[in-house]
């Protein structure tokens, strides 16, 4: 349509241009072709600027444009989408490594070409269509933190899925960035006709009386918003939920494994069609500059500091030796790449871009 209306512009501003300099007249004189010329040139130069100042005004149009917040691939028969839900900027100290050198911090945004005092949170739900189920990765934030996030719903329904057609959800741990979005603001759950799948481990921290979040390094108030997101995301789903193990297939081709450290319960998932792959590795890691690249920095949302650096270096170091993909809750969009190592450090080398299926 645009192209259409460019080219109809472009003719008739010739058609005025030519019948404005005469051009096709016979039987001139040689000066009054001489001028002749001259007005044509002038017009062509006139033209060139119009047809210049249309284009513009299009690109100006296209920057408007946002770009693509879902990220479509295959892992064997299954199609797989990553779903951004949004972006947080934040402070990266002292929430994102409270137990760094500052100096150090900076040094390793400065490196990336980042700004040091903005780190980028993405947050990257993943979506799975088996041929038999439908099946969402994490819920999102909702609105548990704020606006600039809750992007999950009308992404989904950009390509074609709604609420109701999801029939499992599987919950990596109950952080509100990751069950915000269980129950709408109307208290009326997002996903009616799913079924939840969490961690038994997982579920009984967060359900108990009593939450100890006393080990982690934020502020008092957003332990008790954590604390309450969490009973009222749960508790809506007592009667739909699933309660898994270690090592569990929960559905056909999806696997869990045990990620604890985090949180008390956190579960990575393994997802495999036919002979491909993918590791779903939730919040063990957050970001390549900081937890990839000095897996040893903590994070303030750490449960269990410790036990969280070793179930890092021991995913990263199996991802490493069995070169499998990857996607990452935080990381940047399409958050989907593999890991390498160097030394006792780890790399991110994201996917290449696919435009899909067909060639372009
Ligand atoms: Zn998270």
């Known amino acids: 349509m645009k192209w259409s209306v460019h080219s109809r512009i472009q003719h008739v501003s010739l058609r005025r241009l030519q019948n404005l300099v005469g051009f ?21 130069g006139v033209l060139f600027v119009v047809i210049v100042s249309f284009n513009r005004v299009e690109a100006t149009e296209m920057n408007n444009n946002t770009n693509s917040e879902v990220y479509h691939f295959k892992i064997g028969s299954f199609q797989v989408a990553v779903i951004s839900d949004g972006l947080l900027k934040l402070p990266p100290l002292p929430t ?5 050198n500052p100096q150090e911090v900076e040094r390793a945004m400065l490196e990336r070409f980042w700004s040091p005092n903005e780190l980028n949170l993405y947050f990257n739900t993943v979506y799975v269509d088996t041929g038999k189920h439908k099946i969402l990765i994490d819920t999102g934030a909702g609105s548990e933190l704020g606006t600039g996030l809750a992007r999950l719903i009308p992404n989904l329904h950009s390509i074609g899925i709604e609420p109701q057609d999801i029939d499992a959800v599987i919950i ?6 990751h069950i915000g979005g269980i129950v709408k603001n109307n208290g009326q759950l997002t996903f009616p006709n799913a079924r939840y799948h969490i961690s038994k481990a997982e579920w009984q921290f967060w359900t108990a009386k009593n939450i100890d979040l006393s080990s982690l390094k934020i502020p008092v108030q957003f332990k008790e918003s954590i604390k309450a997101a969490a009973h009222k995301h749960l508790e809506a789903i007592t009667d739909r939920v699933n309660l898994f193990q270690p090592k569990q297939e929960i559905v056909p ?14 579960s990575v998932l393994r997802i495999v069609s036919d002979n491909e792959q993918l590791i779903v590795a939730a919040d063990v890691f957050f970001n390549p500059a900081f937890d990839l690249e000095h897996p040893d920095w903590q994070t303030g949302f750490d449960f269990d500091p410790l036990q969280a650096q070793i179930t890092r270096r021991k995913l990263l170091d199996e991802i490493v030796r069995e070169r499998t993909m990857v996607v990452a809750y935080h990381m940047p969009f399409p958050a989907l790449g593999y890991v390498r190592s160097r030394k006792d450090r780890y790399e991110w080398q994201p996917v290449l871009w696919q435009f899909g299926d067909r060639p372009i």
């Open 96 to 100: 994102y490594a409270p137990t760094a």
């Open 253 to 266: 081709g999806i696997y869990t494994i045990d990620a604890a450290g985090h949180t008390p319960g956190q």
């Open 24 to 44: 096709g007249s016979v039987g001139l004189s040689f000066s009054t072709k001489i001028i002749k010329f001259q007005l044509w040139a002038i017009a062509v």
């Open 172 to 177: 990596t741990h109950a952080h509100p960035d």
